[in-house]
């Protein structure tokens, strides 16, 4: 049985640097002649490293009103004010317990348990490689490719600099290096998603579209609902004859207070009822403070994938029967359709398990990695008309 502690505060998403260092190479492909494609590509910038940094800075003014026009008075400034609630319980059931781990290199027991931890390069080649990530940085492709290549010579089993030469060369316009460096680094670690991703990004340069959807569906299989991964494959949905489906579970519906069962779900929306039989079959209480007592009240079940899938079918069971139309909620409905498969394993490892645990696929035995990959394959990432 999976069991991950539920007591730990979420965090929020982190990118990889190499991703960051993707998006800046994507920037570079101005001189495209395909302008469509370019297109595609760029989205990746949307989640660039220095829109983080935007986001940390001061909020934008609102623009001055065109003269002329006549101003709209307000009239809800006291409860503009006021703290906005919840959209949803999201981060109460599923909190985050493990942090992310960058360049994951999975080792396996004599007993089978798999553990993943961040590669370590050789202390006489550590210089080397800050010094090819700094040139990279600075946008000098041309060195910092050779600053990769001393690395790599060095060290041939330092996969993440492969990754880098392959970012280097697609920077000078070299899509072809780079994917043959891309795929060596996969050799060396098919358990990152980085260098699919990476070479996905290059495949795409050329038109491949049709590989480009595979080696994304092998990423997001590695790294579930990875938020760089969903955004190419969104931009490139039409053109590999797919549909996405990544819309996330939302339960609307908690016991927080101790036993006050409250919901976020608009009056006469039915939702609340499909999610009050998710509270009362998870009856997690928020580890919030209660008014006037000063004492917490802590959550007082671990989370465990058994006990998650039994829930989520009961949901998913009130679901069907209340629903206002089919599609009222896109994540129960992949819900039903991945346990009439036999999935819902799968969907529980990648919706849930993943939030809090971005490397569980990578830590289950292999034949649950399967089920995830069969659900991303027909689920959420499935062709068009079925």
Known sequence: MLEVSATVPQSGGHRTHSEARLDCVIQDSHTSANRELRSILVALALL??????KEAGPKQAVPAEA???ESVPKVADKKEKEPQGPQDYASLYWPAAKPFVNSPVVSVSATGQRTVEQ???PEAVRSAFEAA??????????????RYREVIEACPTCYPALIGLGDCELGQRKAR??????REAEQLNPDDFLAF??????????GNFGEARELLTRALVLRPARATVLILLHRIEERIGAIVDDQPLRPKTAFIRDNELVTV???GDPAAIWWGVYAMCKRIPTPEQVPGEGRTVSPQRSWNSQQEEVCLRKTASAYA???SAKGSDPALERFLAADAAGLAKGFVLYEVASRLDPQIVLEVPLEQRKLVDRYVRTIVVRDRGH
């Open 48 to 53: 660039a490293a220095c829109a983080g940094a």
């Open 67 to 69: 003269p002329g026009k």
């Open 119 to 121: 590669f370590q390069f």
């Open 133 to 146: 990530e700094r040139a990279f940085g600075a946008r000098n492709f041309p060195e910092g490719e050779r």
């Open 177 to 182: 290096d780079a994917i043959e460096h891309y």
């Open 197 to 206: 991703f990476s070479e996905a990004d290059a495949i795409a340069r050329l």
């Open 265 to 267: 779900a608009r009056e």
């Open 321 to 323: 029967k209340e629903r």
